[in-house]
C-alpha cells in the first residue's frame, strides 16, 4: 500500500482515476525562491495529452493544470506544491460493457484479484491517464534543471509527431501506423531519453543507485516492459575491452556507460532507452475470461491507438528529470 | 545519502568494503516465529561464493555468516537480525599501484569526484563483495517464501558451474570462457530468474508497482544495465495480437507479460532478464587519467574473471526473494 | 524538505497555505471496498471549522470538502483518495501590514530564514488552517477504526463548546475566555485523547514505538509544547511501586502506562496529553523586529481568538487515528 | 515492522538483544571525509555504561565498540559506517524464572501478544541495553556537529554521578537513592537537553517539524513518558503576553518557544524535557499474571537500580544529535 509516493527530498505524491473527477499530485521539497506558474507547466502536458495528432488515441482532454499551493508571488515558497488537473472528456459509457471482463493486457485481472473493488472505466488507476500528474510533477523538475543547471533533454524532437530523431524515418512510421489501424493491431516502441550536463555524483549506492532508481521510475510507466543504460543489453555480448570507456585529457573516449558508474553519473550523458509493448486495446477480437469465470471474446470498438510508445516519451522525460532532481538535492547535503 | 536500505517491510540495510574489516546487514521485519540459523543460510553464500570454480575470481573468501541479533532459541523474534561475514582474504597490496587511477568502467572516477575520500582497496564499497550481504538476506527472505508460500527459484541451475539450465552447452561456455581468459578479455552474460508460485497481488501501483521495485534491485547489482520484465525488449516489435496474454479456463494462455501486469503480480511465473557488461579488470591495458589528470596506462595483473555474470546469479535470485517478501508483507495488510 | 508526508502504509501527504486557493491532501493506502463519501467526512470537519461559537476565531470557512479520487460507486478502490477544500474567506488585505514583521511566538521569522521567500498572509503554510487537511484524512481512519474494530474517541465532548467532558466547569471557562478577550490576552490549554478498544500489538520498536510516534503527531500540531502518555510528568515523581500498573485475572488494575509498554499498545485505553501554548496573537501589542532589523510594535487588530487550544480537539483526534490505522495495518503484515 | 530505521539522511538503524551476541548499528549518510576512530566514540559509551556508579544497575558490560565499515585512514567515505558492541555480562540464568511471567511495567506482556515468540532474557530488544547502540552513533552525530557547528550540549553535568548541573543537591540526590535502594523502590526522572548553537532553519514542517521529530527521538527512549520544548507544560497556564518570545536588536528577549517556531529551530537554544518513569524492577514484590493467565507474585532479586532516568542523559544527547544532523544535512539540500 501506500506506493504513489516517489522522491526522497524532491518528492512527487500523485492520485486520480482515468475517469474521476479530477488528476493531480503534490510535489514536496521544491527549493524556495524558484520562478513558477501554471504557464510555465502547461506546454510539458501538451506535449503528452491526447488527441493532439492523428496517430494517438482520441479522447480530447483539455489538460489544464492549476496551481492550488507552494506559489506565493509568482515564486516557489518551499511548501508543497499541489497541482490539479480536471477530467473533462470521460466517455464513462464506453466502458460499461467491460466491467466485468479481464481485458488481456490490461490491469483488470490484477486489480480485481488484489483489491476487490475496482473503478473499471478506462482502467481506472491502471490507466496511462494517470501519468499526466507524473508530466505536470516532472514540469517543474525539468524547468529547475534548466536554469539551474543547464540539463536539458533532446528538444528538437518534438518537431514531429513521433518525436523522431530522424526525420528521414517519418513517412514509414506514419505509413507504418496506417497500416497497423486499418488491420485492427498495434505495434510497441523503443524510446531513448538523454539528459545532458548532468553533473558528476548523482546518485547514492546501492540501493539508491542512479540507474537503479531512473530503471524503476521507468518502469513504472505504463507499458514498460524493459529498461536499459547505455549499451543495455548489446553489452551482454560485448567485450571488456570494447565496452569500457577509457580515459584521455579529453574526457572519457566513449560511453558505453551511459553516464553512470558504479550507480553514479559520470558527467557523461545519460543514456536511457526503455521498451513498450504494444498496446493490447484493439480491435482484433481476444479470448479472456469475465469476473464470473465464464470465457468470452472482448475487442474496442472504434479508433485505437497502435502506438502507445509514442505518447511515453515525455512522461519518460519527466521521470527522468523528477530522479535527477532528487538526487541533485541528494548531493547537495554532501557538499 | 542513505541510499542503504531497501525494502519497505521486509527492510535490509548493509554495509561493509571489500577490503574492510567485515561486511553485513540488518533485516528487519522479518515476521516472529520463524525458523532460522546460520547454517540455514551459508549454502546460499555458498553458492556465490569467490575461489570456488576455475572459471570466477581467485580471491578465497570463506564468507562465514554469523546471525549476531533477532533469533532466540533457533526461531525469529520479529526483531533485527543483524548477519555478520567478515572479510578474510583482502591482499591489499595488490591495490597499492592503483589508487590513484581511475580504473576505466570501474567506479572509482565516480567516488573519486563524490566522496573525495574513497577506499581505493578492491573498489571499496563499489565493489561486488558487498553483495555477499545482500544474499544473506535475500536467504532469509528465500526459505520464508519457500516454506510458506512454496515460492521457489530454478534449482537445478546449480548443477554446473555457470547457473546453465541447458547442459549441453556447458562444455561450448567453458571453452569461451578458456579463450577470453587467454585473450585477457571478458564478455557480458544475461541472467533470467523465474519465480513460481508468486500469489496474484503483489506490487503497489503506481511507483511501487513489482517490476518498477524488481527493476530497481536488479539495476542495483554491480555490473547490471539493463532490465527486462517477460518479453522485454522483443516487445518492442511485437503486435498487440501476439504479445497480449489471452485467458481460457485453464488460465492464462501465453506469458509475455512475465507474470505481472498493472505493476501487479498475476499468478503466473515472473521472469525477468538482466544484462551484465563485460568486466573491465583484464589482463589487456586500458588507458585512462589518475587523479592528477595525466594520461597513464592500468592493467589488472594475474588471473581475471572472464564473466562476472555467472556469479550474478545467486544475487539476483536473492534480490527476487527480498522484493516478493517485501510485497507479500505489504499485501497482507490490505487482506 | 519534503516533511508533509505522514504514515507508512496508511499515509498522508497534505498541502495548501492559510490565504492559498485551497489546502487538501492525498490518504494513500486506505484498504479497498470501505465505504466512504464526503458526506462522511464533513462531519469530522464541521467540528474543527472557524466560527462556530463565539469563543474561537471568527473567520468563517465552508470548509466543504470533495473527493476527487480513490472511491467509486461509493466504497474505495485502495487508490489514493485526495480531498480538496477551497479556501474562500481570506481576507488577505488584513496582513498586508505584517509582510515585513516577525510577529513574536509565530513562525515567520524562522520561514524567512529557512525558505527565504515566503507566503507571509496569515502564517502561509505555518498557519493552523493547514490542520484541515488532517482532520480530512483522519477523518477516515476515524470511520475505518470505529466501524473495523469499534475503536472511538470520546464523544460527549462535542456537546459544549470547550469540548470540555465536565459539564460543570463550562461557566467558569466561558468567564475565563470573555475575561482575557477584553484584557486582549489569551491562555494556553491542556487536551487529552483517549483511544479505546485498540488492540494489543500496535507499535514498532524501537524508533516507531506507538508512543513515539504519537508524540510526534501530536507535536506537530500547531502550538503543541508538550506531550505526555499515561502518569507522564507526573511520573517524575510516582516512586516505582506505585507507578507500574500490576495485573490480575481481571485484566490490568491501573493505567499509569497510558496504554503503551514497550512501545507497544497493550489493550488498555491510551491516553495521550498534550500541552498548547496560548496564541501570540492577541490585542496587546508586542515588541519585534522587521525583516529590516529596525524594532517595531506589531499587535492583532480585531477580535482574537483567546484559546487556540479549544481547536485543537479534533485535530488530535485526527492525528490519533491516522497513527492508530497505520499501526493496525503494520500489524496485519505480521500476523 | 521494521520500525528500526531512524533519520532521511543521516540515517540510523540499529540491532541488538540484552543477552544476544552483540548489540550495534549502521549509520549511513554521515559526510564524507570526517575524522573518525572508535577511541573518538568510546568516551560517549563509557559515559552510558552500567556498574560505573554505585548509584545504577550493577551489570559490567565492557561496551568496547568497533567500526567494521565505512572509514578508510582514519576518515569516514561516505559509505555505511558499522559499529558492533559485543554483550559480555549477560548473566542468563538470572532471568530463566521469568520466562513466563508479564513483569509488571515492563514490555513482556506486550512483546509476548505482538510476537508470540520472544527472547525473554533481561527484557530482549526492549531492555535499555539497545541503547548502547543509539549512543555510538549518536556520538558520530556529536563528533560532526561540534567540529562543524559548534553545537554542544551541556559538558559540566558530567562531573558528578547523577549528571546534575547543580552541585549543591548531589548529596540530597545520593541520600534519596540509598533510601529508595533500602525501601527497595524507585523514582522517576527528570532530564534536560539544550542545545547551543544550532543555526537557524532546521526542520521540515509540517510532519517533520523540529520538535515532532525530537519528540518522537525522546519518546521512544526506554521509559519515557513525556517530551516538552521550552515552556511546555507550563504554557498550558501561560499567558500570550508572558509566553510570547519578543525580539530586539540584541535578539530575542526570552526562550519560552525553547528554540523553535512553527517547527523550525530559531538559533536559540533548543530545550527539551524529558519525563521518566520509575523502574519496575524493584525488590518490592508486584502482582501480576503468567503465561497461561494465572496470577503469580514477581520481584527483582538483588540490587535494582533505584533511578534508570540517571542512565537517560547520554541517550538523550545520543538522540538530540541523530536529529539536528539529520536536519542540518536536508537544510543543506535548499541552499
Redesign the interface.
Known amino acids: 500500500?501506500?506506493?504513489?509516493?516517489?522522491?526522497?527530498?524532491?518528492?512527487?505524491?500523485?492520485?486520480?482515476?482515468s475517469h474521476?473527477?479530477?488528476?493531480?499530485?503534490?510535489v514536496?521539497?521544491c527549493?524556495?525562491?524558484f520562478m513558477l506558474s501554471a504557464e510555465d507547466i502547461q506546454p510539458f502536458l501538451n506535449k503528452r495529452k491526447p488527441g493532439q495528432s492523428r496517430y494517438t488515441t482520441q479522447r480530447r482532454e483539455l489538460d489544464e493544470v492549476?496551481?492550488?499551493?507552494?506559489v506565493?508571488?509568482g515564486?516557489?515558497?518551499?511548501?508543497?506544491?499541489?497541482l490539479?488537473i480536471e477530467n473533462t472528456d470521460q466517455r464513462s459509457r464506453d466502458y460499461a460493457e467491460i466491467k466485468d471482463l479481464?481485458r488481456?493486457?490490461?490491469?483488470d485481472?490484477?486489480?480485481h484479484?488484489?483489491?476487490?473493488?475496482?473503478?473499471y472505466r478506462g482502467?481506472?488507476?491502471?490507466s496511462a491517464r494517470?501519468t499526466a500528474a507524473r508530466v505536470a510533477a516532472g514540469a517543474i523538475a525539468q524547468l529547475y534543471l534548466q536554469r539551474n543547471l543547464g540539463i536539458v533533454s533532446e528538444q528538437e524532437i518534438s518537431k514531429n509527431d513521433f518525436f523522431c530523431p530522424n526525420s528521414t524515418q517519418i513517412s514509414e512510421l506514419a505509413a507504418l501506423i496506417e497500416a497497423?489501424r486499418r488491420q485492427g493491431?498495434?505495434?510497441?516502441?523503443?524510446v531513448k531519453i538523454i539528459a545532458r550536463n548532468v553533473p558528476?555524483?548523482l546518485?547514492?549506492?546501492?540501493?539508491?543507485?542512479l540507474?537503479?532508481?531512473?530503471?524503476?521510475?521507468?518502469?513504472?510507466i505504463n507499458a514498460?516492459?524493459?529498461?536499459?543504460?547505455?549499451?543495455?543489453?548489446s553489452?551482454?555480448?560485448?567485450?571488456?575491452?570494447?565496452?569500457?570507456?577509457?580515459?584521455?585529457?579529453q574526457g572519457f573516449?566513449s560511453n558505453?556507460?551511459?553516464g553512470i558508474?558504479?550507480?553514479?553519473?559520470?558527467?557523461q550523458d545519460i543514456e536511457v532507452s526503455i521498451?513498450?509493448?504494444?498496446?493490447?486495446?484493439?480491435t482484433?477480437p481476444?479470448?479472456?475470461?469475465n469476473t464470473s469465470?465464464e470465457?468470452v471474446t472482448v475487442v474496442t470498438k472504434g479508433r485505437h491507438d497502435p502506438c502507445v510508445?509514442i505518447r511515453a516519451v515525455p512522461i519518460a522525460e519527466a521521470m527522468m528529470a523528477l530522479v535527477l532532481m532528487d538526487f541533485y538535492?541528494?548531493?547537495?547535503?554532501?557538499?
Chains 1, 2, 3, 4 share one sequence.
Open positions: 500500500m501506500s506506493g504513489n509516493t516517489f522522491g526522497t527530498l524532491f518528492r512527487l505524491t500523485s492520485f486520480g482515476e474521476g473527477p479530477a488528476l493531480g499530485c503534490i514536496d521539497g527549493p524556495p525562491g492549476q496551481i492550488l499551493s507552494g506565493f508571488e515564486r516557489t515558497t518551499g511548501t508543497p506544491i499541489a490539479l479481464f488481456p493486457g490490461h490491469a485481472f490484477t486489480y484479484h488484489k483489491y476487490g473493488h475496482r473503478d482502467g481506472g488507476r491502471s494517470e497497423l493491431d498495434s505495434v510497441g516502441a523503443r558528476i555524483g546518485g547514492e549506492p546501492v540501493y539508491e543507485k540507474d537503479a532508481v531512473l530503471a524503476a521510475a521507468m518502469m513504472s514498460v516492459k524493459g529498461v536499459e543504460i547505455g549499451a543495455g543489453f553489452a551482454v555480448s560485448q567485450l571488456g575491452s570494447e565496452h569500457r570507456d577509457q580515459m584521455s585529457k573516449l558505453h556507460a551511459g558508474l558504479g550507480g553514479i553519473s559520470t558527467g521498451a513498450l509493448k504494444p498496446t493490447s486495446s484493439i482484433t481476444a479470448q479472456t475470461l469465470g470465457e510508445g538535492l541528494r548531493q547537495k547535503a554532501i557538499k
